[in-house]
């Protein structure tokens, strides 16, 4: 590496050019303020994580959902965060500030703010999280999972816009292969960032880039915003953070994220005083399958499963209620990681999966993402599955198709991990749960959860296939799917107040420091407490993003 070092002031400097990144950016140049967005990644990453998400956005009382007959209310949000959340420490008490404010901003401007900027939804409000337990315990009391017209690249276009203006017009200067290695702090106020330039990439967006450093650089700000993301795409920091809680961290997880996930800007914070908190307190699925056709290394996809599949761990064994697809992520996922195996088991029908199985992401989901009406029309209402699930029945190593159980049953045990398999047990689970089909009212929950489901019109039009035997050849071939963690989300993270202040561990401002986005656990150092309601992810680094944009502009 050379000794030149490159030099640069602005206003305002954002590190990270993820969605909340893009989003404070926007609100400083917005505020009238210069501008300097860098990132480690080449260029072609803008957008970050949020541009690889299936777009999905927690509304509340929109009009969509009452369009599908959803009586919502900011009261019942309230009653189904808090009661997710599960807040219980002392450095909850700046999270929980942020909840409230986030629920008055997702059931108040939220949806009007996003359509000023042409965002759009697809007219089917989604039900993500749906719980099972009381009335005040975890999941989402109705549907709210609002997914963008365009999907993440839809939500992340309008900031894009903003900051490519601002270009044009000299009021930002993006900063590609640049990575952080220090905060520079001068008598306790944090006064920009340090670090080396990397030399230039042609990755594509996603594919794991070099580090080879060729100079280095010196930024001074006004205000500096750590919008770097989590620590999803770095398995050793995840296992590091792994709460005894969830049980063992697994020894096999897929990667839901690019590998610039890394977790790096953490450390660099806390050395300029920020406090990290929540640390233990993270999102990851157990839906997850190898991706066919990897972007980055260890390239997993969640599937995003309707509630039909019966779900069998390792052994065969149905997993207890209410942990049934898409109700329980985290109850879930404790409960596999006590079973001593890092695998379990979707047994399902064709019938289910063309009208249950979606898959996350904006690759995988062209007809949304690419505003195909035609094609989503072909895709979602006709016969058979979307081609992307096509894709993977097809060439997916985690897939089985077989007519005959027993066949199936063989085959699943042939997979990596099949051999923890009990036959037996498998049968009697399929065999059970099908004689429990044949009358309109059953003691089996998941099946009265079905016919539940189906009273709403959005599970019975594209989401919840019609209640049948798994055995039924009609609905058929079987299908067995393995699946394994997939690693996604930071709850925890550096804490700030209200206006995206990091706080240092007396509780005070760190000057001249800010943070949003998973950087920040979604705001306040962990927004969502132990469990998140989906949807989320991305509305914490919009609403994040605009609460740190707005104040650091302000503050210079």
């Known amino acids: 590496m050379t000794a030149t070092t490159t030099t640069h002031s602005t206003d305002v400097l954002v590190i990270g050019w993820g969605l909340s990144g893009l989003v404070a950016a926007a609100e400083a140049i ?38 599908m007959g959803i009586s919502d209310s900011y009261e019942l949000a309230r009653q189904d965060w808090f009661g997710n959340a599960g807040f219980d420490r002392e ?20 949806r009007s703010w996003l359509r000023e900027r042409g965002v759009g939804f697809f007219p089917v409000v989604g039900w993500a999280e749906r719980g099972g337990y009381g009335a005040l315990g975890p999941g989402n009391s109705v549907p709210r999972f609002h997914i963008t017209w365009g999907t993440g690249p839809g939500i992340v276009a309008p900031f894009q816009a903003a900051l490519e203006q601002a270009e044009k017009t000299g009021h930002l200067v993006v900063l590609p292969r640049h990575r ?39 930024i001074a700000a006004g205000a500096t915003i750590v919008t770097s993301g989590g ?18 961290p697994p020894a096999d997880m897929l990667t839901g994220v690019p590998a610039y996930v890394d977790g790096s800007m953490q450390a660099v914070s806390a050395t300029a005083g920020a406090r990290l908190i929540n640390g233990d307190r993270m999102w990851h699925y157990v839906e997850g399958i190898r991706n066919w056709d990897p972007v980055w290394p260890g390239h997993g996809i969640r599937i995003l499963p309707g ?17 049934f697809p898409g109700f329980d992520t985290l109850g879930t996922l404790a409960h596999l990681r006590a079973t001593g195996h890092d695998h379990s088991w979707f047994v399902t029908t064709r019938q289910i999966v063309e009208k249950e199985f979606a898959l996350s992401g904006s690759e995988q989901n062209p007809d949304l993402t690419g505003k195909d009406v035609p094609l989503l029309v072909r895709s979602r209402l006709a016969k058979g599955p979307t081609d992307p699930v096509q894709a ?40 059970a749960r099908d004689r429990e089909i044949d009358n309109d009212f059953t003691k089996d929950a998941q099946i009265a959860m079905l016919r539940s489901a189906r009273a709403y019109r959005g599970d019975r039009l ?9 055995q039924d050849a009609s609905a058929g071939p079987l299908i067995a799917v393995r699946l394994r963690v997939i690693t996604r989300k930071s709850l925890g993270g550096i804490e700030t107040d209200l206006d995206g202040r990091a706080l240092d561990a007396g509780g005070d401002p760190v000057p001249g420091l800010y943070a949003a986005g998973e950087a920040s656990g979604f705001g306040g150092g962990g927004v969502h407490g132990y469990r998140a309601l989906e949807g989320t992810f991305l509305g914490g680094c919009l609403f994040s993003g605009r609460q740190a944009g707005r104040a650091a502009a302000h503050a210079v």
């Open 392 to 431: 993977f029945l097809d060439q997916g190593e985690d897939f089985v198709v077989e007519d005959d159980l027993g066949r199936l049953i063989a085959r699943m045990q042939e997979l990596p991990g099949g051999d923890a398999l009990d036959p037996d047990r498998v049968r009697e689970e399929v065999v």
């Open 30 to 67: 917005a505020a009238g303020r210069r501008v300097i967005v860098l990132d480690q990644e080449p260029r072609t990453n803008l957008g970050g994580q949020a541009w690889w998400s299936f777009g999905g956005l927690f509304l509340v009382d929109s009009p969509e959902q009452r369009r």
């Open 231 to 248: 620590i999803g795409g770095n398995h050793d920091l995840v296992r590091a953070a792994w709460p005894e809680r969830l049980g063992t």
């Open 307 to 323: 509630p039909s599949s019966l779900w069998l761990d390792a052994t065969g064994a149905r997993l207890p209620v209410p942990l």
């Open 462 to 470: 594209i989401r919840t296939a019609s209640p049948h035997r798994l």
């Open 91 to 110: 450095e909850d008490a700046w999270p929980r500030r942020w909840a409230e404010a986030y629920l008055q901003f997702a059931s108040g401007e939220k």
């Open 180 to 218: 952080v290695t220090a905060l520079t702090v001068q008598d306790g106020v944090v006064t920009g960032a340090q670090g080396d330039i990397l030399a230039s990439s042609a990755a594509a967006r996603g594919v794991q880039s070099d580090r080879e450093p060729i100079a280095t650089f010196e």
